[in-house]
């Protein structure tokens, strides 16, 4: 019985892991009310098959695919549709206009100050005053837009050119060689080793990671011992 429930507990694991990467990369804040309650749902339908070690897994997984299916069916149909999407999604709430709290819109959203103040802070927003316009996202994400003359300055506001900026291209991970991000930069073993020990290292596996910038700037963060 011990077993049986230990392969089960396994074998649900992963299927609820793979319904969950077939459903698509967002994170957990980002769920909307319909994915959230697709979760809830498949974790229960797993919850119940590990403790009824009597019923056939089949009777677990066909429910939780068929949710996984209607999940994305409804995401794709959302896509092409404005009307579905706002049903299913909702649509964004305007909570603050101007630097003036809208207090009907924050009622019916059923939002209140301190959640207010506190999504600001964490946008290091201390003066509601300095905003021009907070939108409350269907994720329940505050979306915050400064005044003009309290937003940070930038290099084109002081008429400064600057340059471009690509992602760096990760070469070491843990010790070991990205071969395919390094073949892909038309590089070599023989260079990355070569420019390691430039920088003092003599054994690759000591390094953390390393990355390569768009200018051509090795990044080395080596392991602590």
């Known amino acids: 019985m011990e077993f049986a429930l230990f392969y089960r507990t396994i074998f649900l694991y992963f299927a609820v892991l793979l319904a969950v990467r077939i459903m698509g990369k967002r994170e957990v804040g980002q769920l909307s009310a319909f994915d959230l309650v ?5 974790a229960e339908l797993a919850a119940m098959a590990m403790e009824a070690i009597d019923m056939p897994l089949y009777q677990a997984l066909i429910p939780i695919f068929t949710l996984v299916g209607l999940e994305i069916v409804l995401s794709f149909v959302s896509m092409k549709s404005h009307t579905l999407r706002g049903i299913v999604d909702g649509t964004p709430s305007i909570i603050i206009a101007n630097g003036k709290v809208l207090e009907k819109e924050m009622f019916k959203q059923r939002y209140n100050m301190s959640d207010l103040l506190g999504q600001l802070r964490e946008k290091d927003v201390s003066n509601i005053a300095d905003v021009q316009y907070a939108v409350l996202e269907t994720s329940g994400e505050l979306s915050v837009m400064l005044k003009p ?4 300055v930038t290099p084109q506001d002081l008429g400064i050119t600057t340059k471009y900026e690509g992602m760096p291209t990760p070469l070491i991970f843990d010790g070991e060689i990205h071969l395919e991000n ?3 930069l038309h590089l070599d073993e023989k260079w990355l080793l070569h420019e390691v020990t430039k920088k003092g290292i003599n054994n690759i596996q000591d390094v953390l990671y390393a990355s ?5 700037k090795l990044y080395i963060s080596t392991k602590v011992k």
């Open 182 to 184: 390094l073949h892909s």
């Open 149 to 152: 003359e309290k937003r940070p």
């Open 212 to 216: 390569l910038d768009t200018n051509g």
């Open 38 to 42: 697709v979760a809830i749902m498949i």
